[in-house]
């Protein structure tokens, strides 16, 4: 039987490397990719069978990766390592198409059980976080909506490239849009969270996990 093929999206060089070296000899590594973008064009064109990817990356986080995946149709089971322990974000990851979810302070051997679970059809969450997990979904359908689901996915795009430091002009040639219709987005945002300032959108980004705080040592799995 032929190992799994893993393709792996991590933008902190180091980390991807240790992660290399781990799974390599127990899967078929075919590739890593250091941000979101690349990791929609590296799917679709490499056909892993499990997608190892971080949340927070450059460009497109990890959560608006897998929904253009699933919306593309690729069938790779997506599963998350990621520093975020929220429950309440590793719901939003099971809702945008993960299998599996699991935190980069865990044993390296809990990623190998999670991507052979996965494979297998089922799903995974790292112990650390399960009961917390399984509460956010069996509550979800009773719960108000937070203001993240009131942007759009384009509205969501731009939102973490400007949170980045980007400017108008460079958000709209990432996005293939005018400057024009960029400037509507973000001001559609603002309106809609009830912000005022472009520190409160990064904030706000920040805050649901779109971009994140500088990376702190020991992200590499032990």
Do not use: W
């Amino acid at each position: 039987m032929s190992k799994p093929r893993v393709l792996l999206a991590d933008d902190h060089t180091i980390v991807a490397e240790g992660l290399r070296s781990l799974l390599e000899d127990e899967f078929e590594f075919i590739g890593a990719v250091k941000d979101g973008r690349a990791l929609l064009d590296a799917a679709r064109k490499l056909k892993p069978d499990v997608i190892v990817a971080d949340i927070s990356m450059p460009l497109l986080n990890g959560l608006d990766a897998a929904r253009q995946l699933k919306r593309d149709g690729v069938t790779a089971k997506i599963v998350f390592l990621t520093m975020h322990a929220e429950a309440q974000l590793a719901a939003e990851a099971f809702r945008a198409g993960a299998s599996g979810y699991l935190l980069k302070s865990s044993a390296g051997e809990e990623l190998i059980a999670a991507i052979h679970e996965v494979v297998k059809g089922r799903a995974y969450v790292t112990p650390l976080i399960t009961k917390d997990v399984l509460s956010f979904l069996m509550g979800a359908a009773g719960q108000p909506d937070q203001p993240a689901v009131k942007l759009t996915p384009r509205q969501r795009e731009v939102l973490q490239l400007v949170a980045e430091g980007c400017t108008m002009k460079e958000v709209a040639s990432i996005l293939n849009i005018s400057a024009r219709t960029v400037e509507s987005h973000k001001y559609e945002m603002m309106e809609a969270l009830g912000v005022q300032t472009n520190a409160e959108l990064v904030q706000y980004a920040i805050k649901i996990g779109l971009v994140s705080v500088a990376p702190q040592p020991g992200d590499l799995i032990q």
